[in-house]
């Protein structure tokens, strides 16, 4: 199994664990991954899966009026400035 | 009428007849809760807001406006939006978040005046088989209180099964309304996808997920399925997908594959299947064997296509914007510090195995070959249901397992091998409890699309003996 693809992934999704946590995590997935190699040996050589693609979006348009719930979201924020979510700074 | 027998329909009758109120009914519901729910845990929470509710229906049926389900006690999972009311999904990461509005299935059941009683215990973000994973603990099994509810909705199946409400709503992604109706002996509908708005649902795959009702009757499941079902037009996420299978040919015709073997049924199971086979086919159903040999590859497409989607889905829970926040020394730290605190193991599990399978270098042979594959159990389920008008099948391998009897994450995921193929084709499929001493055991319809009706009239069948 390609562990330093899995660890990869973990880093991509933005987990930090420690040295043992992160064993066990990767553990896991390798089962996981074990689990669904069987996809292989599915005959899909009839199917085409990219031409049974609907579009179903709606049309672009804004359908809630500005600022119906801001406060209601605003008011959740774990840190805010005025109207706006607070961050630590972004760019070093 | 005894309130925690009494169907909704029976509740109907007694407030249109002036027995009962909203009101008193909500009462009941209460007190239910309180005399069995410290032993099952099927409720995170009971709403003070239901008493609103209820006013409201009395108002409503005294001024002669009533509709099926106004007065009627409702409970919802905890990963569908109410107005004003915590909602979690019954992970950390949502500790305390307040929804600012209501989800689609809610606004509707408002429109009919039904009385909002609280919110169900549910795996993490949905993930899981047995309401083990959930930031609230355990929810039991009414019927063995040593034993799971089976998830990911075993809260609002338990709710329904202990009799403190005779409806309930839960979501089904890879069998969450289903298998825990099975394991607590409710009926429990997965509807086509698409037909139910998920507007104000908390994702999880979005390509499988659908929101359903639970229920002690088929007649109570139609009730509520009737009133949640239909367009959104305004943040819409119906769409009407699929065709209406063409006239069906052989109506009253069951098929059943020929590899329950292969998948993996219990003896016990397959005998009381049997035996609800054989009265069907006295009531004038016929049987028929078909041949679905792709069904017995749902776990590997299904674990690859809903970890990719909630991976990307859970992609939003930053701690920057609402729910859970760690401090950290920077920003990224900070994302990284909230996401590992706030998940739990099977939920990061979950996310990381769909990372791994969406990223350059794995996309083709996971992804792309899973949903060539998901294409195919499509073409396989709609040419079988071209012969006969419903599938039928045991929807769990077996009954309700012990607590902590599935450790092992890949033994969890087996618990789903039936019900899998539902979400994949996106057909419609429905569990009713099959006649069995002992433990419950759902016997498993899928029809063709929008054929929720045929699911219905079976399990009636099913049902009156």
Known sequence: MEQDDISRAIHLSLFEKSDAEQKALHTDVEKILSFVADIQSIDTSTTAETAAKTNIFRDDVVTVPPGAFREQILGQAPNRFKDWFLSKKILS | MKYEEATAQDMRQALEDGSTTATDLLKEARRVIREKDDSIHAFVEVFDSADEDARLADTMIQEKRATPLTGIPIAVKDNICVKGRTVTAASKMLEGFVSPYDATVITRLREQ???????????????????????????????????????????????????????????????????????????????????????????????????????RTADDAALLYQAIKGENKKYDSTADLFEDAATVKNSRVIGVPDNLDAVGVSQETMDAFNAALQALQEKGYTIASVSLPIMEHAGAIYYIIQPAEASSNLARFDGMRYGFHKDGDDLWSEYRETRSAGFGDEVMRRIVAGTYVLSAGYYDAYYRKAMDARRAMQTAFSNALEEVSVLAMPTTPDTAFPEGARQDPIAMYAEDRLTLQANLTGLPALSVPMHTDGLPRGIQFISGYNREETLFACARDVQQR
Not at chain 2, 113 to 123: E, P, Q
Not at chain 2, 141 to 147: A, K, M, Y
Not at chain 2, 161 to 185: E, H, K, N, W, Y
Request: contains cysteine; neutral net charge.
């Open chain 2, 113 to 215: 005046g039904a009385v909002i009683v609280g919110r169900t215990n549910m795996d993490e973000f949905a993930m899981g088989s047995s309401t083990e994973h959930s930031v609230y603990g355990t929810t039991f099994n009414p019927h063995d209180t040593t034993r799971v509810s089976g998830g990911s909705s075993g809260g609002s199946a338990a709710a329904v099964a202990m009799g403190a409400v005779p409806l309930a709503l839960g979501s089904d992604t890879g069998g969450s309304i289903r298998q825990p109706a099975s394991f607590c002996g409710t009926v429990g509908l997965k509807p086509t996808y698409g037909s139910v708005s998920r507007h104000g649902l908390i994702a999880l795959g979005s390509s499988l997920d659908v929101i359903g009702p639970l229920a």
